[in-house]
T-cell receptor
Framework: GDSVTQMEGPVTLSEEAFLTINCTYT??????LFWYVQYPGEGLQLLLK?????DKGSNKGFEATYRKETTSFHLEKGSVQVSDSAVYFC???????????FGKGTKLSVKP | ETGVTQTPRHLVMGMTNKKSLKCEQH?????MYWYKQSAKKPLELMFV???????ENNSVPSRFSPECPNSSHLFLHLHTLQPEDSALYLC?????????????FGSGTRLTVV
């Protein structure tokens, strides 16, 4: 079945460091891909998305490119801030109903 | 405010209690979902409703009983729960076909079963 694999956390970075969180997927067909962010005590918020191969999603300085050849959708940010500390989830639309399938999440901690 | 409101935010209940979680959205979405989020585990899809009809039940124990009276409201009725049911329960909504738009999530209900 369809699945998402993302790098294990936690990831700890200093402020202004470069961030990469890896995400790979297995899917039949051509899913849409998403990154969600969950701040402490909150639900998940859509961060960015891409609906077809080579699309780049971007928001709040975060970017991810839909790579069909490597089945990847890695999240990047050039300079992280303390306020980016959160758990990040990669997801794809899959299954018979197109429901979202999530990775396990990667916790990011940014130190001043 | 995300557009999806869940109440209560926190709930502590005994194993013999009966309680209900409520979810409400006014985004004009037609699909609603319950997810369970436990520590160290992936998000688990529990139930899916499309136009008030249940379209998916992922082998959820019968002590969890969903109800969707209309496209804007979703309930999760709880009875005789176990301590391992303690988790964050998230409600989400989407257009009928979520593929291109994703979901909008509520802030969740933190459930503790004692």
């Amino acid at each position: 079945g369809d699945s998402v694999t993302q790098m294990e956390g936690p990831v700890t970075l200093s402020e202004e460091a470069f961030l990469t969180i890896n995400c790979t997927y297995t899917a039949t067909g051509y899913p849409s891909l998403f990154w969600y962010v969950q701040y402490p005590g909150e639900g998940l918020q859509l961060l960015l998305k891409a609906t077809k191969a080579d699309d780049k999603g971007s928001n709040k300085g975060f970017e991810a490119t839909y790579r069909k050849e490597t089945t990847s959708f890695h999240l990047e940010k050039g300079s992280v801030q303390v306020s980016d500390s959160a758990v990040y989830f990669c997801a794809l639309s899959g299954g018979s109903q197109g429901n979202l399938i999530f990775g396990k999440g990667t916790k990011l901690s940014v130190k001043p | 405010e995300t557009g999806v409101t869940q109440t209560p935010r926190h709930l502590v209940m005994g194993m013999t209690n009966k309680k209900s979680l409520k979810c409400e959205q006014h985004l004009g979405h037609n699909a609603m979902y319950w997810y369970k989020q436990s520590a160290k585990k992936p998000l688990e899809l529990m139930f899916v409703y499309n136009f008030k009809e249940q379209t998916e039940n992922n082998s959820v124990p019968s002590r969890f009983s969903p109800e969707c009276p209309n496209s804007s409201h979703l309930f999760l009725h709880l009875h005789t729960l176990q301590p391992e049911d303690s988790a964050l329960y998230l409600c989400a909504s989407s257009q009928e076909a979520p593929g291109d738009y994703g979901y909008t999530f509520g802030s969740g209900t933190r459930l503790t079963v004692v």
